[in-house]
């Protein structure tokens, strides 16, 4: 993460493009819905929380197929990195390009390695009155039913824990590091030191790829339901 005041004393070029739209619209989304989904399940609202949680597993299997052709700062390939680029990261050496430095990619990798089983298991998650099924669940016995809406709801703590620690990495960069990442995660542009690579932009035939396996994946799901 490069920020205006990422290198004290650096030349800054006025702000670089850091992340594209699909990226950023998918972390708001997601921020959206998570609650909602939350607040669904809870509430005995289980028919929505189907519905909403197909639209979580649409935006995840987007984010996880813009991964593997996305823009540059997309690419897991650009932010998930080895202990080598970690250490050197934490002994001062400052990134090349912008986009997640590589020990907050690391966390962004679990994060969304956890919202990928979140939303598998509720595939095939059931209620407790047994009403109202994930589009998959009658694939399973009943038994194995209940021990995956068990873990789907237990991994949403787990979840809840990494959520918390997303939050309070990003109040520490903003109060203690006087870095604004929530500044790039809206507008897709920020600060960056003279030297640095800007994101490059994926073609837009790859978003449409992209957008139409993520439709065509979820549209199917759907007359499961
Ligand atoms: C990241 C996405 C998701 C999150 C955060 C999430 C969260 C939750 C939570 C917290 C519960 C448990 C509530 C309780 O304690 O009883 C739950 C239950 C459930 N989820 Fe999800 N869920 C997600 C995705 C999905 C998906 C994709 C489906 C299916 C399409 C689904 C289907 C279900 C079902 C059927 C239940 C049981 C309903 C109930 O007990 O009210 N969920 N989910
Ligand atoms: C439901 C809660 C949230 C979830 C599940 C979540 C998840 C994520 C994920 C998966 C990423 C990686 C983005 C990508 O490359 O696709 C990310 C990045 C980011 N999130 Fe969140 N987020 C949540 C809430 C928030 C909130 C409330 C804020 C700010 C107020 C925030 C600010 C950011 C920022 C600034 C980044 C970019 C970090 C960087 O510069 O490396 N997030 N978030």
Redesign the pocket.
């Known amino acids: ?1 490069i920020e205006p005041d990422a290198a004290p004393g650096a030349l800054q070029r006025p702000r670089v493009r850091i992340w594209d739209w699909p ?1 950023r619209a ?2 708001w989304l ?2 959206l819905l ?2 909602a989904l939350w607040w669904t399940a809870e509430n005995d609202q289980a028919e929505i929380h189907v519905l909403l949680g197909l639209g979580a597993f649409a935006l995840i299997l987007f ?1 996880l197929l813009w991964g593997l052709m996305g823009s540059s700062t ?1 690419r897991f390939a650009s ?1 998930i990195r080895g202990p080598r680029a970690v250490m050197s990261y934490l002994n001062g050496h400052a990134a090349k390009v912008v ?3 590589p020990l ?1 990619g690391l966390s ?1 990798a679990a ?2 390695a956890l ?1 990928t089983v979140q939303a598998g298991l509720g595939l095939f998650a059931t209620d407790d009155d047994g009403e109202v099924f994930g589009p998959l669940s009658l694939w399973l016995d009943e038994d194995m039913v209940e021990t995956i809406t068990e873990l789907h709801e237990t991994l949403f703590n787990v ?1 809840l824990v990494f ?1 918390a620690l ?2 309070a990495a ?1 109040l520490y960069y903003a109060l203690v590091q006087r870095k604004n ?2 500044g ?2 809206l507008t897709g542009r920020g600060g960056a030191p003279e030297g640095v690579e800007e994101m490059r932009g994926a073609p837009a035939w790859r978003l449409a790829v992209a957008a139409l396996v993520t439709l065509g994946a979820t549209a199917w799901l759907w007359t499961q339901l």
């Open positions: 993460m990226t998918f972390h997601l921020v998570i609650p984010r997309a932010f986009g997640h430095n907050g962004v994060m969304l919202l979840l959520i997303h939050i990003i990442l929530v790039p995660m």
